[in-house]
């Protein structure tokens, strides 16, 4: 099975600054027919179900505000928010969709400081 | 609109069943593949199984193998789970999702189906 271990489990950044997650697969989800990374990135905010932000590691989902961005390959991923807004306090996960099990990452909480 | 809903959840005894349903409308539900995903109350995601566009494949999670069932009626658009043996630790939402194709993702996503395991 591929563990995804995300950092920090948490953190607190200002309103207009740069969120920062990092998220590390215990194998490559590199599919190399493709060359595309399966990894994803999901929202969820208090009461919510998850929100599907990011797919192949660095494509946003139609609709998703471009502050968001999403970088890496192989076994090591970031997801940035630039210009952090308020609605942005919410849990983010990270997901490998290259084999089953499609395991998550824990969560990191992200809040206001 | 593309959407999901869940219906079937609630409170059963440890050692009980229970089914939860998927209605999906809004897309082509017969090209899809689908998942279900929960989480416990207060923690994270944990995906629990999958079934191929025409049923012909299912993968499950270690801790649902041999209790859980998915399956899916394509003519009436629904998914469903079938949970039998449940135990208190099987306590969570229950999430309906769509796969949307290789690495692409789960979306959309259900509101959720509440299943409470306890005596």
């Known amino acids: 099975d591929i563990v995804m271990t995300q950092s920090p489990d948490s953190l607190a950044v200002s309103l207009g600054e740069r969120a920062t997650i990092n998220c590390k697969s215990s194998?490559?989800?590199?599919?190399?027919?493709?060359?595309?990374?399966?990894l994803s990135w999901y929202q969820q905010r208090p009461g919510q179900p998850p929100k599907l932000l990011i797919y192949?590691?660095?494509t946003r989902e139609s609709g998703v505000p471009d502050r968001f961005s999403g970088s890496g390959s192989g076994t090591d991923f970031t997801l940035t928010i630039s210009g952090l807004q308020a609605e942005d306090v919410a849990v983010y996960y990270c997901?490998?969709?290259?084999?089953?099990?499609?395991?998550f990452g824990q969560g990191t909480k992200l809040e206001i400081k | 609109e593309v959407q999901l809903v869940e219906s079937g959840g609630g409170l059963v005894q440890p050692g009980g069943s229970l089914r939860l349903s998927c209605t999906a409308s809004?897309?082509?539900?017969?090209?899809?593949?689908m998942h279900w995903v929960r989480q416990a109350p207060g923690r994270g995601l944990v995906w629990v199984s999958y079934?191929?566009?025409?049923?012909?494949?299912?993968r499950y999670t270690d801790s649902v193998k041999g209790r859980f069932t998915i399956s899916r009626d394509n003519a009436k658009n629904t998914l469903y789970l079938q949970m039998n043996s449940l135990r208190v630790e099987d306590t969570a939402v229950y999430y309906c999702?769509?796969?949307?194709?290789?690495?692409?993702?789960?979306?959309?996503w259900g509101q959720g189906a509440l299943v409470t395991v306890s005596s």
């Open positions: 194998q490559s989800v590199l599919y190399s027919s493709s060359n595309k990374n399966h």
């Open positions: 079934i191929n566009f025409d049923g012909s494949d299912t």
């Open positions: 809004g897309f082509t539900f017969t090209t899809y593949g």
């Open positions: 192949w590691a660095s």
């Open positions: 997901q490998q969709c290259y084999s089953p099990p499609y395991n």
């Open positions: 999702v769509r796969g949307r194709g290789p690495g692409m993702g789960f979306d959309p």
